[in-house]
Structure formats: structure tokens, C-alpha cells
């Protein structure tokens, strides 16, 4: 069974910043591409920011400039700084892993919420 768990969520004031981390074990952290999704009250979960196994990333045009994810190859741990959080980045927050050359789909955390006030 695949498990990947995430921590750092919590609540912060506009501008401020959270840093979360997801570690998996080794054989899925270098053969999946790794990467965080959210999804808001009554909206459909989205991409946020994906890394491949490379360190090539890919992140949703509303974070760009924001959001830096990166990989500690040593830890298998992925992580997702977010600086100058704004109101609309309030959500359950993912951790996903997929694809995979093995499996074409994605594995998910458990979820961590992330609360900005105003």
C-alpha cells in the first residue's frame, strides 16, 4: 500500500508563508512524478505544482512566483513553500504521486489544511 504523509499545514494571516512536506517511500519518490493539489470548499481539486523525477517543475499560473517546490533526494520527501499567501489559497492541500512508469494514475495523502485570513 502506497503512502505518502504530509505535514506544515495550518492557518496564517494574508502575506504570510507555510511550508509543506510529503515523504513517500524510495521506490515511489524515484519512479513517480511527485507534486500538490488543493481543493476549496465547492470546488474541484486542482493542480497546484508537480516536480518530476528529473527536478524539471510545472506550477498552476495563480502561484507562479509564489510557490517553489522542490525534492530532497536523500529524504524522499517533497515539499511546497508557499510565500505571499492570499485569502483564495485556502484549502485541503494534496500530496500526490503519479504517474508512474508502473501505474498511470496517482497516489494521495491523506490531505492537510491550509487556512489564510485576511
Known amino acids: 500500500q502506497v503512502q505518502l504523509v504530509e505535514s506544515g499545514g495550518g492557518s496564517v494571516q494574508a502575506g504570510g508563508s507555510l511550508k509543506l512536506s510529503c515523504a513517500a517511500s524510495r521506490y515511489i519518490f524515484t519512479n513517480c512524478v511527485m507534486g500538490w493539489y488543493r481543493q476549496a470548499p465547492g470546488k474541484e481539486r486542482e493542480l497546484v505544482s508537480i516536480?518530476?523525477?528529473?527536478?524539471?517543475?510545472t506550477y498552476t499560473d495563480s502561484v507562479k512566483g509564489r510557490f517553489t517546490i522542490s525534492r530532497d533526494n536523500a529524504k524522499n520527501t517533497v515539499y511546497l513553500q508557499m510565500n505571499s499567501l492570499k485569502t483564495e489559497d485556502t484549502a485541503v492541500y494534496y500530496c500526490a504521486a503519479g504517474p508512474c512508469f508502473f501505474f498511470q494514475g496517482n497516489y494521495w495523502g491523506q490531505g492537510t489544511q491550509v487556512t489564510v485570513s485576511s
Open positions: 516536480i518530476n523525477t528529473d527536478a524539471t517543475t
